[in-house]
């Protein structure tokens, strides 16, 4: 498979293919900068007791921003550094759900496991995703109706279809310290049951793994919609299933999320379902 990034574009979307080249420019330019900084330059501070920020991040989302005003200035615009800044986020027909680093924690410690992932929603929708690894040099983008793309290449969501044959994938909210039985316990109920579970600290990335079919499953809670509106449109598109960890309907806006091949979500969810009840008695 080629390593360098193309488009990813499939000739059969309806999308505005200037959409799709802005959603590609940007990650792509994010993690020019990303991979300019790594390892040294890099001033970190804290937002949350274990919640870092770097002023990568903040550079990053600022060349996002500046872009989308400039080409869409009718667009809205929700990231996660530096506030909404647009009312419109609730009412425009199109937002730009951007992280400027997934995997900050990870790109402070110089451990090279960090994205930069960009989803386009219109009409609340999810229409466009483009996630990059720059140190990797893999571009994962997506379009609704088209399908999912590692540098061009088709993706398509594993075949493993019990968790005994399953490799998961999970990552610990900011809160886990205060949270820790919670969560470290539904993470021991799928080391029980799966073949393997892994924590990577970028839950963009895991959601391009499973869609990949390096993962065969994905859950968190907690989550804000920059961490995984453009990661869940690419699991749907390679073929998999997205729901909310509950098992209602997905949003980005709610919060939590279990992603599959499909073939696993079920036991993934009656796994949660059995957790929550045992801790609720």
């Known amino acids: 498979m080629s390593t360098r990034p ?26 020019a900068l990303q991979r300019a900084h790594f390892g040294h330059d890099v001033r970190v501070t804290k937002k949350g007791h274990i919640d870092l920020v770097t002023q990568v991040d903040v550079e990053v989302e600022t060349m996002f921003r500046e872009m989308i005003g400039e ?3 009718d667009h809205a615009v929700l990231a996660e550094e530096l506030g909404d800044q647009d009312d419109s986020v609730s009412t425009a027909t199109h937002c730009w759900v951007f992280d400027p680093i997934d995997g900050t924690v990870n790109y402070a ?24 690894d720059p140190m990797r040099e893999e571009l994962f983008t997506a379009e609704r109706g088209s399908g999912a793309r ?15 044959d399953a490799m998961l994938c999970t990552g610990f909210p900011y809160d886990v310290h205060e949270t820790v039985d919670e969560v470290v316990g539904l993470f021991g109920a799928f080391v029980s049951e799966a073949q393997a579970v892994r924590r990577l600290g970028s839950a963009a990335l895991d959601l391009c793994y499973v869609a990949a079919g390096r993962f065969d499953g994905f859950w968190e809670q907690r989550l804000h919609p920059w961490d995984m509106a453009a990661g869940a449109l690419l699991v749907e598109e390679a073929g998999g299933q997205v729901t909310a960890m ?16 499909g073939h696993v979500h079920d036991a993934m969810l009656a796994t949660i379902r059995t957790r929550s009840s045992s801790r609720a008695g």
């Open 6 to 31: 193309s488009s990813g574009r499939n000739d059969g979307s309806n999308i505005d293919p200037v959409l799709v080249a802005t959603a590609v420019e940007v990650v792509l330019r994010a993690g």
């Open 109 to 132: 410690h110089e451990l090279p496991i960090f994205c930069a992932s960009l989803a386009l929603e219109i009409e609340g929708e999810p229409a466009v995703a483009a996630i990059y």
């Open 71 to 73: 080409r869409f200035p």
């Open 150 to 164: 590692l540098n061009g290449v088709p993706l398509r969501v594993s075949t493993a279809d019990t968790l005994v």
């Open 246 to 261: 509950n098992g209602d309907a997905f949003s980005s806006r709610i919060g939590s999320i279990v992603a599959s091949n």
